[in-house]
């Protein structure tokens, strides 16, 4: 006579295993969301708490981007605002002749960038121009890892604001990787201003790890 197992009988004695196998599962997403969760909650939720470290001026509330304002590259090619987001923006605002002060913050927004050494990628240093008048050739050369478009300026002005008896152009402007302008620093960067300014950035980017995205490089 053939003897048969009882039904069940290898169920009952795998459910232990498959037990531990759902537990390891969560585990596993336990580890792959935890980064990305502490990153939000540091930055929406501790930032508020550390805004009097911060050498630029917090933007209370934030202003999300007009993602479908028109743009136009400097090869004539249209795009919008919105393709920006993703990444941190380093924003500055003038005409195409691009004065001293101009000059001076493209200087100090590439200084900038450099100098957060593996996390330069995750930013963009944007210079949007609000006319359109042609840029001056011996400053192109050094725009090859810069992001240029041309704005209205009117529709800019409706978006970022400067502080209280100072010009747009003067100052430089930071946009989160959601769109949303949240700071801005004061005008006339020095070295030692700068430096100042770095490490505002990289507190930033330390608290929102996990949630842009490196490596979208310029857009000429």
């Known amino acids: 006579m053939t003897v048969h197992s009882l039904p069940g009988t290898n169920a009952a004695s795998e459910l ?3 037990r531990r196998g759902r537990w390891q599962l969560w585990f596993m997403l336990l580890v792959c969301v935890a980064p990305v969760a502490a990153s939000y909650f540091t930055y929406f939720v501790l930032r508020p708490h550390v805004g009097s470290l911060n050498y630029g001026e917090l933007i209370e509330p934030q202003r999300p981007m007009p993602t479908g304002q028109k743009l136009v590259a400097l090869d004539g ?3 919008v605002l919105g393709d920006l987001s993703g990444q941190w923006l380093l924003l500055s605002v003038a005409g195409g ?3 001293a002060t101009c000059r001076n913050n493209l200087y100090f927004q590439r200084q900038l960038r450099e100098s957060l050494g593996e996390n330069r990628e995750r930013v963009d240093w944007v210079w949007l121009i609000t006319d359109d008048a042609p840029l001056p050739a011996e400053i192109r050369e050094g725009l090859a890892h810069a992001t240029v478009r041309r704005i209205d300026a009117a529709a800019l002005q409706a978006w970022l604001s ?4 100072h010009r747009l152009e003067e100052q430089l402007y930071l946009v989160d990787p959601h769109g949303n302008w949240m700071m801005r620093f004061p005008p006339n960067l020095t070295v030692a201003s700068a430096e100042k300014v770095r490490k505002d950035l990289s507190r930033l980017l330390y608290a929102s790890a996990g949630w842009d995205r490196p490596g979208r490089g310029a857009k000429p």
């Open 16 to 18: 232990p295993r498959s």
């Open 97 to 99: 002749a691009c004065d």
């Open 77 to 79: 090619s249209p795009t």
């Open 162 to 165: 400067p502080a209280a008896g």
